[in-house]
């Protein structure tokens, strides 16, 4: 089961892509903030029946939790929601390019926050494997707006770059929280330990969006109902992304789980030279070798 995480990650990197596409058909219909509560409110009860087939199929009993695992989970939830926010605030501002290029310094600030929160280093191969990756996704990110490193170096003590970094420490402390949670349980079978962590983060995150709905939003809930069936698609997508995703992060460490999930980014790419005929710019065909070169390093380490 220890390989398992690869297929299991590639899988999630391609439910992610469905439920971005998916998002981005609500975004017309709802708010930025209305559209993310989708995809908990909607993916929590497929959460929770998730659990409850496999604990059937099992004929085990779901853990109580603790009050490590709460924290946790309540971590690694309210660090998500705190990255999303970000990360559409840093897509507002003026020269947004640079603060979304700085969010994909994400998988290098899973490594260090895997470090300092659960003593996992990462070995040398694997280190360089990610350092590449990252290089490669950013590369990418400037190619599409045009601008370079130098740009990229020169706007980082802009408001744009520091909120992007920040967008990306919280995704990186998300991660690390959920694979703590997970870890945290003791559980034998790491396929039953996510999908527990899976239906307390989603419960906890509809209920954190839902009030924050409420307070700020309140007519947004009930274009949310409205939206049921399109709704209910990006749950179903986003509770299949993060299952995988969860249980990928459960059995490996969390950078190379967030750095394979790069190779959504190389087929995307690979389709859109191949099958739609676009021309490539230099510098996305180097992003896109880097990150190749990378994922095949963290292979290689894990």
Known sequence: MQDLWIPVTIAAALFQTLRTAVQKYLAGRLSTTASAFTRFAYGAPFALAYLAGLA??????????????????LLGAVAQIIATGLLIAAVTLRNFTVGVAWSKTEILQ?????????????????????????????????AKSGQGWRALLAGLTERAALVGIGAGAGFAISAVGFRGAALSLGLENPIFAASVTLAWATTLQTL????????????????????????GLAGLASVLGSGCWFTAMTIQVVPYVRTLGLVELVFTYLLTVFWFRERPKLRELLGVLAMAGGIAMVLLAG
């Open 208 to 231: 954190l969006l839902g009030a924050w709905l409420a307070w700020r939003e309140p007519g947004q809930l009930m274009l949310v109902l409205r939206s049921w069936r399109i709704s």
């Open 56 to 73: 059937a199929w099992q004929d085990a009993a779901v853990p109580a939790p603790d009050l490590a695992f709460v924290g946790w989970v």
């Open 110 to 142: 899973a490594a260090l926050v895997g470090i300092v929160l659960l003593g996992e280093p990462v070995g040398p191969v694997g280190t360089a494997g990610i350092m590449l990756a990252t290089a490669g996704v950013m590369l990418m990110s400037l």
